[in-house]
C-alpha cells in the first residue's frame, strides 16, 4: 500500500495547490480582442460599380486611402487595400445583382489612447466620380468596453460600431 500512497500524494498536492492558484485573481481565460470602430451599411449599386472605388477612413485627423478591388473570379467581394493595412480595412459583399454590403473598421493600436468623443468617418467615392458619395458615416463615439475574459481580467478593448 505505501508505494500507491507515496504516488498519489505528490498528485494529490498538486491538484490543490492548482485549484487554488486562481483564487485570489479569479479565473481568467486567454481570449484575445481589438479595439475598433466598424461601420456596415447596404448600398444599392452592383458590386462591379465599386471596383476602383476611393474609400476614405478617418480617425481622429488621421485620414487614408484605400482602393477597392474585386476579389476573385466569382465577382462575389471586393477587398480595400491600404497602406497601414493593419489599422484600416473594407470589403464589399453582393448580396444581389444591384445590391451590396459594405463593411468597414479602423483598428487601434496601443499608441492611440482612445478616448470617448472621437471622430471617425468612412466614405466610399466611385472610380468614375470621385465627387460623389455613396457611403457618408461619420460621428463621434462613446466607446463600449468589451472584456471577453471576464471582469477584472486582461484584455479591455475599446468598440463602437456607427
Known sequence: MRPLLSGFLPVLALLFAASHCNSSVGSCTLIGCLSEVTASRAVPVALSELDGASVIICFND??????????GAD?????????DSFRRSCAAERLGD???RLEMAF??????????GDQYSFGVHPADDPDVA?????????YEKLRPNGEGC?????VKSL
Do not use: K, W
Not at 465577382?75 to 497602406?83: G, K, Q, R, S, V
Not at 455613396?134 to 462613446?142: F, K, N, P, R, Y
Open 154 to 158: 486582461e484584455p479591455t478593448c475599446r
Open 98 to 100: 444591384s445590391e451590396v
Open 134 to 142: 455613396l457611403v457618408e458615416i461619420s460621428g463621434a463615439v462613446l
Open 62 to 71: 488621421d485620414c487614408a486611402t484605400g482602393t477597392l478591388e474585386l476579389s
Open 75 to 83: 465577382d462575389e467581394l471586393a477587398l480595400c487595400e491600404f497602406e
Open 107 to 116: 483598428t487601434l493600436g496601443d499608441a492611440d489612447a482612445p478616448h470617448d
